[in-house]
């Protein structure tokens, strides 16, 4: 089959580098791509956004499949114009229809659905413009830390936490009066403080059954320790080691199932990944939030686990016969470290020359942020490239993946040193 994934980050790397490893592939496209998945199918410089430009693409290479990496092209409702569109409604498109992605694409949405179906997530209340007062006045009743989310997609900058009441407020005025995330922020969810250790969990669902896939645990914040700014991610690692027994049955009986079911109850189409930020509270489960695709940097590590044919499961989405596959999974543990720019994730510079790619041995290396220039490959975004390493042990693929970063350069390169440092004592 001819295949055409959307997006141009790790995410999309990691999914075209499996997807070409596919006995049943014939072309494998990526829109906009970057210089990586350049190495696996070939780029196609169309804005993953622009649905009528992807159709014409799509009608012209006669592709059956498309793979939608990032949320908004979902959220925008990328798979109700494939089915409304005569030519197009026979092609499978992998992702949510727009209804089923406002489970990203609106976090007060996700959890009105998770109340109607009974699905463990923290208390909350909602505030759109002109309700600051009221919301300060709800901040009064509980106890610090304030958890305020724009509703809206907000590229992963929307959550504000603190300690302090009058910086909550303060920073309830910049959403709701002063648009600092713009639309996104038009409508604030106000959560109570779950104190745990989160980890991330992805299911593909056809719209009737499901596959679990490995599950991770992302490091977002730029500075070890989990100190500083939130980034796109950090780096990643799975398997998680509490992710085991009583807790993943609880998971999927209290959370996964339920959330299968309410979504087929309730006459949404999805078929796709579903991302599930999970935290355990004392061995039980609660939902943070959905996504509506897979999470980017955890793809690093869990497509490398899937030893089935990826492109095989995707296509048993279109008549529903997913319940008739088993997912095969590497037994070895996985890690991924992310090289960034300095300076990210506030400015920084791009165009800088990236060495020593050829000479990275044993792991997988994931574009992000790249891009061909003549003979080089140079940095284009923050997030430049996530060096991912599967061994015995969590330990050994850290050791292994930062045995090869030592070996890329580029000016002013960063990343963190203790990626999955949290997780080793209860490796066992």
């Known amino acids: 089959m001819n295949v055409l994934i959307l997006g141009s980050g790790g995410r999309e790397h990691a999914l075209a580098w499996k997807l ?62 494939f089915d409304n569109h005569q030519k197009l409604r026979e092609v499978l498109l992998v992702g949510p229809s727009a209804a089923g992605a406002r489970l990203e694409g609106s976090k007060d949405f996700a959890k009105q659905f998770m109340q109607r179906h009974r699905i463990p997530t923290a208390a909350y209340a909602a505030f759109g413009k002109g309700e600051t007062t009221e919301a300060c006045q709800y901040l009064r009743k509980l106890k610090p830390p304030y958890v305020l989310k724009a509703d809206g997609l907000a590229a992963g900058k929307g959550v504000v936490i603190t300690e302090d009441y009058q910086e909550a407020c303060q920073s309830l005025r910049q959403m709701l009066d002063e648009d600092v995330f713009g639309k996104a922020g038009h409508r604030v969810v106000i959560e109570e403080f779950l104190k745990g250790i989160e980890v991330s969990m992805f299911v593909l669902t056809d719209g009737k059954s499901y596959l679990l896939l490995p599950e991770a645990k992302d490091y977002k914040r730029i500075g070890e320790g989990d100190t500083g700014k939130n980034t796109g991610g950090m780096g990643a690692v799975s398997p998680v080691s509490f992710a085991r027994g009583e807790f993943m049955q609880r998971v999927q009986q209290q959370i996964i199932q339920p959330t299968i079911e309410g979504l087929r109850v309730e006459n949404i189409l999805y078929q796709g990944f579903i991302f599930f930020g999970i935290i355990n509270v004392d061995g039980s489960p609660y939902v943070i939030e959905y996504n509506c695709r897979l ?96 061994a015995a042990t969590t330990a050994e693929a850290l050791k292994l993946s930062y045995k090869n970063i030592d070996k890329i350069g580029f000016d002013k390169k960063y990343c963190r040193k203790d990626v999955g440092r949290d997780l080793l004592p209860f490796e066992g």
Request: glycine share 10%; proline share 4%; with cysteine.
């Open 20 to 81: 070409a490893q596919s006995p049943l592939l014939q072309q494998l496209y990526i829109a906009p791509g970057n210089a990586g998945t350049a190495l696996a199918g070939t780029n196609a410089a169309i804005n993953c956004n622009d649905f009528a430009a992807l159709a014409d693409f799509v009608l012209t290479h006669k592709i059956e499949m498309v793979v939608v990496g990032p949320e908004v092209p979902l959220v925008d409702g990328i798979r109700d114009y």
């Open 295 to 390: 999470g980017d940097p955890e793809a690093e590590v869990v497509i490398p686990r899937i030893k089935s044919d990826l492109a095989g499961l995707l296509w048993a989405l279109r008549d529903q016969s997913l319940h008739r596959h088993i997912l095969q999974v590497d037994e070895r543990h996985a890690a991924s470290v992310f090289l960034v720019c300095g300076g990210y994730p506030d400015a920084y510079e791009k165009g800088k020359i990236i060495t020593g790619l050829e000479t990275v041995r044993e792991s997988l290396v994931f574009h992000a942020g790249t891009l061909r220039r003549g003979n080089d490959i140079v940095t284009s975004g923050g997030r430049v490239l996530a060096v991912t390493s599967l």
